[in-house]
């Protein structure tokens, strides 16, 4: 048997296992790095968080990233540099990491690694006769193993394409793992770029349980911010909380017809971006609004679409407990836009579920990894909702 093949069969038998989670997400903010410890798998998980951090991208990286992201016509090489420069230099995030919480390699059994979103076409997208579900992620796992010491998971959406469903929401198997309750019924919402939630019965029945985006959480304002204020995001809603809600644009944008779509789906900025706004503002004239007003209509557009997704639900839910998670947590004017809406639901960070809100979507990639390799014991199917029970990530050794 291969020395690999052994090691891999030991991390599998350990009744714990010391996992880095990583995640890159559409906001190209930073990689959000996870060290979290393990037990057992399956529904009797538990999920320790021993160190999280956001090793912030430089311009560099963000421009590169850019060149190829969510765009129809590429580069074809600056997409195949892309994959193993974006790779090897995870891999030494992860090692910087390691060197500042005195943690050595050889103490962590895996790396799951999400890698960097570049194109998510679901067919409710491409619309492509004999095309399935696509999605494509960059960030090769065997440089990042290479480059860090350690087994590495990666590429996780393929499967699940594979499977039947479209790639994504993937948060939904940690978040029934980790914060199904009997205590209560509970929505897990996340805002990146993209939002999406999950829904947790208090009767744990895995049938029950569904997932998806619901529309554009920060992409949209994100993408307004670094067009006209050369900035990465609107901190604190400083921008949109000094302008007013425009009607007639905030009706052309929830127009589109993806907000019709049955639950599951998914979305990305491949739709949800400033022509997506320009087309808006043409259909409702509103081409002259200052740019607070705009800032203002679209934070109430995600706040709407997030609160629309959650009523469309109705009686489905029940009496739940709304438990917030992603950077959108932090936008106070988007936190207000949704409370306003939901006066009976108590909202919560995931904070008070010991997972820091900006830690969760890393967590997600260490619990699917450890359910790769020690998992499969409980069923969770619910293949009717797009939730395949499946393994998920690509295995790399790194020598
Ligand atoms: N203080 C703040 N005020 C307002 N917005 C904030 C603040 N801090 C973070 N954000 C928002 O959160 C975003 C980053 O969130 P997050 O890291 O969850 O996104 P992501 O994981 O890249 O997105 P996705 O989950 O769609 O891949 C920022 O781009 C910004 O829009
Ligand atoms: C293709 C892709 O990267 N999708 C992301 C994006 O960011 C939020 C939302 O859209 C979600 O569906 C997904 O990531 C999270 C981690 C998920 O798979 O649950």
Avoid at 53 to 74: C, G, N
Avoid at 97 to 124: F, M, N, R
Wanted: charged share 20%; glycine share 8%; proline share 4%.
């Amino acid at each position: 048997m291969h020395s690999h093949i052994h090691r891999l069969h030991q991390i599998a038998a350990k009744p714990q296992r010391l996992i880095i989670g990583l995640m890159s997400g559409t906001s190209l903010d930073g990689l959000d790095v996870a060290l979290c410890r393990i037990s057992d798998a399956g529904l009797n998980s538990k999920i320790e968080l021993l160190e999280f951090t956001t090793v912030d991208y430089d311009e560099t990286y963000r421009q590169r990233i850019k060149s190829v992201f969510s765009k129809r016509q590429v580069d074809l090489q600056q997409l195949c540099l892309l994959n193993p420069w974006i790779g090897t230099l995870h891999g030494q995030m992860v090692n910087q990491c390691l060197q500042a919480w005195q943690v050595d390699a050889t103490e962590v059994d895996l790396i799951a690694s999400h890698g960097q979103t570049v194109y998510h076409a679901p067919k409710s997208e491409h619309r492509l006769e004999g095309y399935p579900n696509a999605t494509l992620q960059i960030g090769d796992g065997d440089h990042l193993a290479c480059e860090a010491g350690i087994i590495t998971l990666s590429d996780f959406r393929q499967k699940h394409i594979a499977a039947g469903g479209e790639g994504a929401p993937l948060a939904v198997y940690g978040d029934y793992l980790i914060f199904a309750s009997e205590e209560q019924n509970r929505v897990m919402l996340n805002m990146g770029g993209i939002a999406n939630l999950t829904y947790l019965p208090a009767s744990m029945d895995a049938s029950a349980v569904f997932s998806t985006d619901v529309g554009p959480g920060n992409t949209l304002m994100d993408a307004y911010m670094q067009q006209y204020f050369n900035q990465s995001y609107d901190a604190d809603a400083a921008v949109a909380r000094a302008g007013k809600v425009s009607e007639s644009l905030l009706k052309a944008l929830q127009q589109h017809n993806f907000f019709a779509q049955p639950f599951p789906k998914t979305t990305g900025p491949e739709l949800f971006n400033l022509e997506y706004l320009a087309r808006a503002q043409a259909a409702s004239q509103t081409g002259d609004l200052c740019h607070e007003d705009v800032m203002a209509t679209l934070n109430r557009f995600s706040a709407n679409m997030i609160v629309l997704a959650l009523k469309r639900c109705g009686e489905k839910l029940g009496d739940y407990h709304l438990y917030a998670s992603g950077g959108g947590f932090h936008n106070p004017v988007l936190m207000e836009n949704i409370a306003r809406q939901l006066p009976t639901v108590q909202i919560h960070s995931t904070a008070e579920l010991a997972v820091d809100p900006d830690a969760k979507e890393a967590v997600l990639f260490a619990v699917l990894a450890n359910e790769c390799v020690a998992g499969g014991k409980d069923k969770f199917s619910n293949l009717k909702e797009g939730i395949p029970d499946i393994t998920m990530g690509k295995i790399s050794f790194y020598d």
